[in-house]
């Protein structure tokens, strides 16, 4: 069974910086995207950023530049390393997975193409 454990969010200063993580369990994930989205109240859950085996990276384009998305693949761990935030960037952080094969560059963000998603971890960006 797939699980997704995320942490490291919390309460930051306008400018500041976390660092995300998410540890997957389950199988091998040699084969799998994995992937950050973010979900701030009464609007929809948006793409943030997603990373391949090989290293490849993707990014929405509010958070080029500012994020960064990592992977180490012998701990099946994630990581979005966010820096200079925004009081925009307040949201629930949801990391997620999909295999490699089922998805395109043009299909990456959307979240109804990931198969499995984490409980969410909150980030609140004060100004």
């Known amino acids: 069974q797939v699980q997704l454990v995320e942490s490291g969010g919390g309460l930051v200063q306008a400018g500041g910086s976390l660092r995300l993580s998410c540890a997957a369990s389950g199988r091998t994930f040699s084969s799998y995207v994995m992937g950050w989205f973010r979900q701030a109240p009464g609007k929809e859950r948006e793409f943030v950023a997603a990373i391949r085996w090989s290293g490849s990276t993707y990014y929405a384009d509010s958070v080029k530049g500012r994020f960064t998305i990592s992977r180490d693949n012998a701990e099946n761990t994630v990581y979005l390393h966010m820096n200079s935030l925004k009081p925009e960037d307040t949201a629930i952080y949801y990391c997620?997975?999909?295999?490699?094969?089922?998805?395109?560059?043009?299909?990456?963000?959307?979240?109804?193409?990931?198969?499995?998603w984490g409980q969410g971890t909150q980030v609140t960006v004060s100004s």
């Open positions: 997620a997975v999909v295999r490699a094969i089922k998805i395109t560059e043009a299909t990456m963000t959307s979240p109804k193409e990931y198969d499995y």
